[in-house]
């Protein structure tokens, strides 16, 4: 069979597979007027399910690619124009809105599992600082490298960030600039845990964290997540169990997925559990900035004791956009040593011009007012899904109005599977990403969607619950009749 | 004490020993006015050269971070303005000209091991192609994550570009984007090595390759280097003797440090011997577009045959400025993607914009030109580095004007010691690395100087030889005299 899949385990199978085909056709593998292996077949033999190939064939179809010819089959697309080929058409993160980027398939809609919209960051301020640093003499004089720690005007703006909005009294000698947050939780797992020892982590959770920790050598253990966030008595068990339990790894804010933020209780027990077994603590605050009602919550690693290890990961691409690549980490010397000399192995440091301009910004408050700004617009956002899906859905599904962040979690009737609806939505154009997504054993999976609201306006938001609505299944009906 | 001895070890002590005393400074627990110790007494304590010392003060001195009073000794200098910690003042690599970024430093001189100057770069059209590639459609609507290969259109720019340059007969599906070199070798030892299987390099060589490899889990061995390139032979008793010796790291271009090219005999014996041991290849060419004499060798990726495992590795960074940090690996599909895989768990993606502008330098010509420039620039400074060379030093010193590349190996009299000279040379305000740097092992390390002459005009040329021979040791002399 000359169709393989590629085994890229974080995003929807049929993008990999529909990535495998299209990769086949760019090789000249399979060339134009080729007819492609029956659903049913390449189904088979794949060992996926006929709807998983029909998604992928109909993705590839919508962008041009492929050919549907009824009761012929799908064949690969005569007029393969060089202008389609210029650009990355078959989006590889469930979230990207290929949708947008290529005209063949403007019906087509991405909910992303929280991403800020590039549209109204401040681009024109964002190139002008950028110009500005470039020519800087500073960076004409560089003849050398700089540090592997980033920038010192941007670490010590992120300090002073942190210190003013998020309680965290630091200074520069105690942030690591990373090139985002993944980065930043990669180095993190390295200073913290030795190879084989083990990190806790939410489940359901956010699985590139996992790939970062096993990458740095870790191993991940999935602890529950309530209404309160993570079970901290979960935990506790866990560490009086296991010797080698090193670490614990938390969204508090929001968690990810769920987006519930975690009680003052539990961050008290967090606080002593870590204290009496000796855990290193690493949060992930990935969206602070995003708070609609009240004040945030302020980091636990603001009220940490110097006694405790705390790894604090933020990233300005959610502030931003997904495709501006600055996270940070704020650490204790002796942690952020460890992190910053393999930071020095393995990208050496970042580039400076950018830093530089990112620094510019935080310095000028036009970072602060654009976090003003995104706060007003995404809460209208998050308002108007919420409408949207209680005026479609009503008592069929259920959700907590998110205090904050980018994305809403939205709990389905137990009876219907999210992984088959988001399979059905996806052939339909409507990407969603279904809880199988967020848990490290498939048989755990939450019969949940996340919902990212804040990168699409009101009216894509609406017609995505629409589009969502029109590819429930049977199941949902079942269920709702009982 | 309360200076300690932060462990860096690829930079100079003394430079790891003044950014110690800095931090204690910015920490506030060294307060202007406060004595530091007296250096025979710090040397002594930290097991140190006083020489060692007395660099680190002097570069602090320099700096106007201390202040040193005859018969007295050396203090905390009362008047630290917050301008002057408002820049990185401390070079945190020793090729890092604080000289020209510091007003007070002025007088002092930094021979890089070798990197572009950032003053002749195409800052404006880099600026520009920035600019837009934040307002285009595609970044507008990119609410995702992009590729971690990255950006399409970068890497269909860099595959055409290597085709056409080295060729390399390749495809956007064989390029991977990454920060800078340095990541791509980190996941090229991912890729084709086990955890503590070995790799071979040569020696002397590059020692952040070899900090990349060890990250990587991988054992680095050293392999000779001579004047025709990396000692094949030896390679081939290793490999005989090591089973687990899996692959080779190799400079063959322009060996780092020597400069020598590796002759077209030891190509084909490498190639013969990775074939029979199954090694695979490692090939770093940093520096490609840089020959001065003759065509550029070609790549020993662009001969292999499909049966071995190649890594090319390349950068712009040589190309524009080290701060600009865009780097990329060809191999083929099987390793690429586990060199994908494991970039996206610990840095998802690059930057997308500026991988968009690049994209654009390269298809409009702008990359191609700059290259032209900066290879005459670079010439008329090598050609006036070797004058000064030969003028100021006669047969005290031997070089052989190296082929291209950014930087001369100068090798001493045998009875001068390199790493001395370098102690006195930083002293005196002239940063130039010694041998040491470049060997595994210190008693290998060679009595010769790595100078980079690309990043200083000719008046700073003259003006670094000129310290050089006013650093130069009794020892000279001596051997001189002989």
Same mark, same amino acid.
Not at 79 to 82: A, F, Q, S, V
Not at 452 to 457: H, Q
């Given at each position: 069979m000359l169709i393989e899949l590629s085994?890229?385990?974080?995003?929807p199978i049929f993008i990999n597979l529909a990535s495998s085909i299209l990769r086949e056709i760019e090789r000249g593998? *399979?060339? %134009? #007027?080729d007819a492609l292996p029956g659903t049913r077949v390449l189904a088979k033999s794949l060992k996926l399910h006929r709807n998983t190939v029909d998604a992928a064939y109909q993705e590839l179809t919508m962008q041009g690619w492929l050919v549907a010819e009824p009761s012929r089959g799908t064949f690969v697309a005569h007029? *393969?124009?060089?202008f389609k080929r210029a650009?990355?058409?078959?989006?590889? @993160?469930?979230?990207?809105?290929a949708a947008e980027i290529n005209t063949t398939t403007r019906s087509s809609l991405h909910l992303s599992d929280g991403t800020p919209d590039a549209?109204?960051?401040?681009h024109a301020d964002l190139a002008r600082a950028f110009r500005r640093a470039l020519g800087a003499p500073a960076f004409l004089a560089s003849a050398g490298y700089g540090d592997p720690r980033g920038n010192l005007a941007l670490r010590r703006a992120l300090a002073s960030y942190l210190t003013d909005?998020? #309680? *965290?009294?630091?200074?520069?000698?105690d942030v690591l600039v990373t090139r985002g947050s993944q980065m930043a939780l990669f180095l993190a797992a390295g200073a913290v845990v030795e190879p084989g020892q083990m990190i806790a982590v939410e489940e359901p959770g956010y699985p590139l964290a996992w790939a970062s920790f096993r990458a740095a050598g870790a191993r991940v253990i999935g602890v529950p997540v309530d209404a309160q966030g993570l079970d901290v008595d979960h935990l506790a068990g866990l560490a009086r169990r296991e010797p080698s339990l090193k670490a614990v790894y938390l969204? %508090?804010?929001?968690?990810?997925?769920?987006t519930v933020t975690l009680g003052a209780g539990r961050r008290l027990k967090l606080l002593e559990l870590a204290r009496r077994h000796g855990l290193a603590i690493i949060e992930d605050?990935?969206?602070?900035?995003? @708070?609609?009602?009240?004040?945030p919550v302020l980091p636990i690693a603001a009220r940490a004791e110097a006694d405790l290890s705390t790894v604090y990961v933020g990233s300005l691409s959610k502030l931003?956009?997904?495709?501006i690549r600055i996270g940070y980490a704020v650490a204790k010397p002796a942690i952020l040593r460890r992190m910053a000399s393999q930071r020095e192995a393995i990208d050496?440091?970042?580039d400076l011009p950018l830093e530089q301009a990112l620094a510019d910004l935080i310095d000028d408050g036009t970072l602060r007012r654009h976090a003003r700004k995104a706060r007003r617009i995404y809460q209208a956002r998050r308002d108007r899904l919420a409408e949207e899906l209680t005026r479609e859905f009503g008592q069929a599904v259920s959700f907590t109005l998110p205090a904050g962040g980018l994305a809403l979690w939205l709990r389905l009737? %137990?009876?219907?599977?999210a992984e088959a609806w988001a399979e059905r939505a996806a052939a339909a154009g409507l990407m969603v990403m279904p809880g199988?997504?967020?848990?490290?054993d498939a048989a755990r999976a939450p019969e949940a969607f996340r919902i #990212?609201?804040?990168?699409?306006?009101e009216a894509s938001l609406r017609r995505a619950v629409d589009q969502l609505a029109r590819t429930r299944m049977p199941a949902t009906t079942q269920a709702r009749s009982r």
């Open positions: 085994e890229d385990g974080g995003r593998r *399979l060339k %134009p #007027g007029d *393969l124009p060089e650009s990355d058409t078959v989006p590889v @993160r469930p979230q990207q809105p549209r109204i960051m401040p909005e998020r #309680g *965290l009294v630091t200074s520069s000698n969204t %508090p804010h929001h968690q990810y997925p769920t605050d990935y969206d602070q900035e995003y @708070r609609f009602e009240g004040r931003l956009a997904p495709g050496r440091q970042g009737d %137990p009876a219907v599977s199988v997504h967020f848990t490290l #990212g609201y804040a990168s699409l306006d």
